[in-house]
């Protein structure tokens, strides 16, 4: 089958999966092809991929198309010598050049999709953005958490936070859903065609060039893939990739650190659909329902001593947890740690980018920008890193697509950087107050029971600033993404 040059490079989206970031990715991943922002006939993508081995050229043609293999690049945006070749592979392969029509594609480091990780709380903001991608009803089966009980653990006094109404409804401001992270995976990639997620796919470089007027992003794989785009989204996640393109600091260490998982109960837990908490000098936990059998939960605190490392191995993770971070706290507690499914444990440094080098920073440049932990790394005492990436995905898909309903269904490059620009400025400042509300709502939790803190904790934080900061965070205006 003969294949024409590129004319028009695709959207590219960029992910790394770990432990705790493996959700944002495709969250941002889904929006372009699920709303068609991209499908265009005249427009193939353009894969250069560079053989193991490849035969000795003989032309003039042939040596140029040789030369730019080897350096890993490909100058003349598949033009110059005609045609690049007539094999249609997938990215991945070795040897030969891919092309296929115009459409977004995510680059996934991991050989498949990873679902590490327990699950997550989805707010009602979270609800709102999925609403917007289209994918809501498919997560819908989750019922709310009713209460919130906080334990303090010095005193042994628990407040206890309605999430319901009196008539049985979830409170809007302050519904809480927890919801299986394979789940909610499973459901905005099932929106993708198949092979928009290139698995195996490890970046190694990323430059610009120019092309007709505006500039694309060029995206070197590991395995000699080179990959042309008119626009680049950086979902990467902590350690981002694309972050440090864009010229953004480093993520900080926030002096705590996180375990999560699983519980389960074959015969059943018996418990209430409610949220328990735990909070104490230093250190924060708690557990809620996910189904009848399983539960999540989750301990916080400070980071062992500099010298100490975090346990890795799950088993170790759970001793550590039993014996010696949570031995003081609740039996009931203890027996949900006692129960968890120790493939579930991870424990992780909570790292998050400070306030000011978001508000200062440059979170897009050209047609690169970034989102989730990627652009906004987050420590979880609101509940917040998940669900603001899915604002991410919903805004950005708004901001491109409708350049792209404007232009007669035709991404143009050279609006691309208006069209970042745009999407930024309405996420830079949302953003900062969830970091900047995130850390403080940690720190105060678990700034100890001295009489000050309590005060500022018990009378203060929860009766005033923490209903104040969920009513904010709760409500999001993603817009309609009916292009």
């Known amino acids: 089958m003969h294949m024409s040059p590129m004319r028009n490079p695709p959207l590219l989206s960029y992910a790394k999966s770990s432990a705790l970031n493996a959700r944002r990715p495709l969250r941002i991943q889904t929006y372009p092809v699920r709303m ?201 996640g902590v350690h981002s990739v694309v972050s440090r393109l864009l010229g953004l600091s480093e993520p900080v260490h926030s002096g705590r650190s996180a375990v999560r998982g699983l519980a389960v109960y074959p015969q059943g837990h018996g418990l209430e659909q409610e949220v328990r908490q735990y909070v104490g000098l230093g250190r924060r936990a708690g557990f809620v329902p996910l189904t009848d059998k399983e539960i999540f939960w989750f301990f916080s605190g400070t980071t062992p001593a500099k010298g100490t490392s975090l346990a890795k191995d799950p088993e170790e993770i759970q001793k550590e947890i039993l014996e010696n971070y949570a031995k003081d706290l609740p039996p009931i507690y203890l027996d949900v740690v006692q129960h968890a499914d120790v493939s579930t444990l991870t424990w992780a440094p909570l790292m998050f980018r400070y306030p000011w080098n978001v508000v200062f920073g440059s979170l897009s440049k050209q047609n690169i920008t970034v989102a989730g932990d990627a652009m906004h790394p987050m420590t979880p005492d609101l509940a917040q890193g998940g669900c603001s990436a899915l604002e991410d995905a919903a805004i950005l898909g708004r901001h491109i697509g409708t350049s792209f309903k404007q232009n007669g269904h035709v991404l143009v490059p050279k609006e691309m950087s208006e069209v970042l620009s745009k999407y930024v400025e309405e996420r830079r400042w949302r953003v900062v107050f969830l970091i900047a509300g995130s850390y403080i709502s940690g720190w105060v939790q678990q700034g100890g029971s001295g009489w000050g803190m309590k005060f500022l904790r018990d009378a203060i934080f929860y009766k005033f600033i923490f209903p104040k900061m969920v009513s904010y965070v709760n409500y999001v205006d993603c817009g309609k993404l009916d292009f």
């Open 36 to 236: 068609k922002l991209i499908p265009c006939a005249s427009s193939p993508l353009h894969i250069e991929s560079s053989p193991l081995s490849s035969p000795s050229p003989s032309t003039p043609c042939e040596k140029d198309r040789y030369r730019e293999r080897r350096i890993g690049r490909n100058g003349d945006n598949g033009g110059g010598c005609g045609d690049s070749g007539s094999r249609n592979s997938r990215a991945g392969d070795s040897g030969g050049v891919e092309e296929s029509w115009d459409r977004s594609i995510g680059v996934e480091k991991s050989e498949g999709l990873r679902t590490t990780g327990a699950a997550l709380t989805l707010f009602p903001n979270a609800w709102i953005a999925l609403d917007a991608l289209g994918v809501s009803h498919k997560l819908a089966s989750y019922t709310p958490s009713r209460k919130n009980h906080v334990t303090d653990l010095d005193t042994g006094e628990v407040q206890t936070v309605s999430l319901i109404k009196a008539n049985g409804d979830a409170v809007l401001h302050a519904a809480q859903h927890l919801i299986y992270w394979k789940a909610l995976l499973e459901a905005l990639a099932d929106e993708l065609p198949v092979h928009s997620i290139r698995f195996s796919s490890k970046i190694s470089a990323i430059d610009t060039q120019q092309y007709e007027g505006s500039s694309i992003a060029i995206v070197h794989i590991e395995n000699g893939t080179v990959i042309k785009a008119k626009v680049l989204i950086g979902c990467d």
